[in-house]
């Protein structure tokens, strides 16, 4: 409602949406009735407003003040300056988008694109193709691959939970469980890992740093009680002591690779913490302290009969063990 007295301001929506970025940059927070009131429009078509104001790129956040919902930006987004490229930083761009078609279907796959779709609208039409052409020039392939299209929905709402720090409620699918547990997640990091996207946040629920599979999560809520991330919390950390992405207790493991596949190993980083020796016969050990049972295992049988795992006893048994089953099942009948 207006002011008594006050004539309802008569203006495009172009103009009004300016006039309420001003309002909104000039306090350090304003209510949908404040903003209706000095724009002279409903609730409704404020809330239309803000939306329109959030699609646009605006960093707006809400916030409850006791009863009142108040509206602002992140500080400080306007000192942010504009960013330039030079062409050979815009090949590479385009050179690394072809690795993401794996987004294909989500709201990050959507962003990619209209970053792409905004760049070549000020480049002259002779680079724009050219770069488009170099884009093709790789093509990921990616065995097992995720359909994270159908994650869509739970992406959308994950994205704003990062960008505005919101906590979440997490329904999980638990495969060895055959179930479903309810977890409520202050989210920290979103980590792709061999072709697939993992969550990594705060489970208050269960007092500790957790990892999600994001294809496993039903269903996600965005609430409105924000969080602030833990001043000790460092992505990389929370996984050096993990081969992959499974942290659990680390071991010391050592495996032996024969000559054959010896320049292979030994030319590529598979931990932090690994040392390469190189042996009489050609063959090197590699060996390095780290969790990550199941992805050890697979990781050696990977290379079958060019791989011993040495260490650690219990891991060296099991595996034993299973190649023991893998034996029989590939026996001929008697």
């Keep these: 409602m207006n002011r008594p ?6 203006y495009s929506q172009a103009a009004r949406l300016h006039d309420i970025i001003r309002l909104i940059e000039s306090r350090h927070g304003i209510s949908i009735e404040e ?15 803000l939306n329109a104001i959030s699609d646009a790129g605006y960093p707006l956040t809400a916030e409850w003040s006791g009863d009142r919902k108040l509206y602002r930006f992140i500080t400080g987004f306007r000192d942010v300056p504009p960013v330039s490229f030079s062409l050979q930083e815009l090949l590479t761009l385009y050179f690394l988008r072809s690795s993401l078609d794996i987004l ?4 990050f796959h959507d962003d990619l694109a209209a970053i792409f779709r905004k760049v070549n609208s000020v480049l002259p039409p002779r680079y724009a193709a050219h770069l488009e052409r170099i884009s093709r020039i790789t093509v990921p392939l990616l065995q097992g691959q995720r359909d994270y299209s159908r994650a869509a929905a739970v992406l959308n709402e994950l994205r704003q939970a990062l960008l505005y720090q919101n ?15 309810e977890y409520h997640v202050d989210p920290y990091t979103l980590v792709f890992y061999k072709g697939g996207l993992y969550l990594v946040g705060y489970a208050h629920n269960r007092r500790s740093v957790r990892t999600f599979a994001v294809e496993r999560i039903e269903s996600l809520t965005v609430e409105r009680e924000r969080f602030e991330i833990m ?11 993990a081969f992959g992405i499974v942290s659990e207790e680390p071991s010391r493991v050592r495996v032996r690779f024969s000559r054959e596949i010896a320049h292979a190993i030994a030319e590529r980083t598979w931990h932090p913490s690994q040392r390469v020796e190189t042996l009489p016969d050609g063959g090197v050990e590699l060996s ?22 040495l260490e650690p ?20 009948p008697h």
């Design 5 to 10: 007295g006050k004539p309802a301001k008569k």
């Design 35 to 49: 903003l209706a009131e000095e724009s002279g429009v409903n609730r409704r078509t404020i809330h239309r407003d």
């Design 104 to 107: 294909k279907g989500t709201p």
């Design 167 to 181: 906590r979440v409620r997490v329904s999980y699918r638990i495969p060895s469980r055959q179930g479903v547990e």
């Design 231 to 241: 001043d000790n919390y460092q992505p990389e950390e929370q996984f050096r002591g």
């Design 288 to 309: 390095f302290t780290a969790g990550g049972r199941m992805e050890i295992l697979s990781w050696v049988l990977s290379y079958g009969s060019m791989a011993e795992l």
């Design 313 to 332: 006893a219990e891991l060296r048994a099991e595996l034993a063990r299973t190649v023991a089953v893998m034996a029989a099942a590939y026996s001929p």
